[in-house]
C-alpha cells in the first residue's frame, strides 16, 4: 500500500505546485494590468551586464503615444495582432515551411510574445524559452486587452543600446516627444526592433532605410491608424 501512495503524493505536490505557479503568475499578470512595471526582465539584464551605463526610459500612456506607432510597430513585428490570441499558429507553420524549404529560421514571435518575453524572460532561441513566452503569450491575451499588451510593449521595447521605450527613443533620436512622431520616424522606429544592439536609428544603415520604407508601404496597405482603432 505505502509503494502505491507514494507515487500518488509526489503527483500531488507536483500538481500543487504547478497551481501555485500558475495562480501566482495569474496574479502578477492581473496586476500589471492596471500598475505599470517599474522594470523587466530585459532592463535588468542590461543593468548588471553594463553597470557603468543608465537605462533611458520615460513612461508614457497609450493615448499620449503617436498613432503611427503602434501603427508601425504591427506593420513591421506582427500585422495580425488584432485577430490572434497571442500566439500567431499560421505564422509559425509558415516559418516551419520555409525552414523546410532551406531558407533560414525566422522567429514568428508576436508583439504579445515578444512582451512577455521582454518583462520576464531572457534573450535566447532555447525551446523551453519559447515555450515560457508562448504560455506567458496566453496568459497575457487573456487579462490584457490588446491595448494595453501594445501600452506595454512601446514602453519597454528596446530602441537601442540602453534605451527603453517610445518616449526616451522619441527624445533621443528626434528631440520630440513620441506624441508628436510622423509616420516616416515612426517606421524608422519599428525597422531597428528586430535586432536593435546592431541596427541603428540615428545611423541608419541601408538596410534600416529599406526596411522603414517597407514598414511605411504596409501602414498604408492597413488603411493607417484605423486599422488599430477599436482594439
Known amino acids: 500500500m505505502a509503494k502505491k501512495t507514494f507515487p500518488r503524493r509526489i503527483f500531488r505536490l507536483l500538481s500543487w505546485c504547478l497551481a501555485s505557479v500558475l495562480g501566482l503568475l495569474a496574479a502578477v499578470l492581473l496586476v500589471l494590468r492596471f500598475i505599470d512595471p517599474p522594470t523587466t526582465a530585459f532592463m535588468l539584464a542590461h543593468s548588471l551586464s553594463h553597470r557603468d ?4 526610459q520615460q513612461w508614457v500612456d497609450y493615448a499620449d503615444i503617436s498613432p503611427w506607432m503602434p501603427l508601425a510597430v504591427i506593420a513591421s513585428e506582427d500585422q495580425r ?12 507553420r509558415k516559418a516551419l515551411a520555409e525552414y523546410e524549404a532551406g531558407e533560414g529560421l525566422r522567429g514568428a514571435s508576436t508583439i504579445t510574445q ?16 519559447k515555450s515560457l513566452e ?31 521605450g517610445v518616449e526616451a527613443a522619441s527624445r533621443v533620436y528626434f528631440g520630440t516627444s513620441s506624441r508628436y512622431l510622423s509616420p516616416s520616424e515612426a517606421s524608422r522606429l519599428a525597422a531597428v526592433l528586430p535586432n536593435p544592439k546592431v541596427l541603428s536609428v540615428d545611423n541608419p544603415s541601408q538596410y534600416v532605410w529599406e526596411r522603414a520604407a517597407w514598414v511605411q508601404r504596409q501602414m498604408r496597405q492597413l488603411s493607417g491608424p484605423g486599422y488599430i482603432q477599436g482594439l
Open 53 to 56: 551605463d543608465s537605462i533611458l
Open 81 to 92: 495582432f488584432p485577430d490572434h490570441w497571442g500566439v500567431d499558429f499560421a505564422a509559425i
Open 114 to 129: 515578444q512582451t512577455a518575453k521582454n518583462l520576464f524572460l531572457w534573450n535566447g532561441r532555447s525551446f523551453v524559452r
Open 134 to 164: 508562448a504560455v506567458l503569450a496566453l496568459g497575457l491575451e487573456a487579462l490584457w486587452p490588446k491595448q494595453r499588451i501594445l501600452e506595454v510593449y512601446l514602453n519597454i521595447a528596446e530602441f537601442g543600446p540602453g534605451i527603453y
